[in-house]
């Protein structure tokens, strides 16, 4: 069982970005999901989560009102849609998910390790 990003690439500022978390081997029911990113020397942020329920989604003050996190009815699928992209932006992303996990308005919370994390894919914004 595993997770697999995909969508990343190059995007010019004030573009758009779709990435994809493909799990394998499981749903995501009753799992919490996230989306991480990790900037070049920086450290791994939290940047949305879906609550266990699925009906619930945060998003870090960075990107609110720009990416928007979603599920499949298959619910084996993430997306990340990202708008108005700004340089800053420019990391590698993760998708995880975890039984255990709490998506709260104030992050994604776990204790280690997670039941999956994916490899990530790399997002760079620059004209």
């Known amino acids: 069982s595993q997770l697999v990003e995909s969508g990343g690439g190059l995007a010019q500022p004030g573009g758009s970005l779709t990435l994809s978390c493909k799990a394998s081997?499981?749903?995501?029911?009753?799992?919490?999901t996230g989306w991480f990113r990790q900037a070049p020397g920086k450290e791994r942020e939290w940047i949305s989560c879906i609550t266990s329920a699925g009906g619930v989604r945060y998003y870090a003050d960075a990107v609110k009102g720009r990416f928007t996190m979603s599920s499949d009815n298959t619910m084996t699928t993430l997306y990340l849609k990202m708008d108005s992209l700004q340089p800053e932006d420019t990391a590698v992303y993760y998708c995880a998910a975890d039984r255990r996990a709490m998506c709260l308005e104030k992050g994604y919370t776990y204790s280690r390790p997670l039941d999956y994390w994916g490899d990530g894919t790399s997002v760079t914004v620059s004209s």
């Open positions: 081997g499981f749903t995501f029911q009753y799992h919490a």
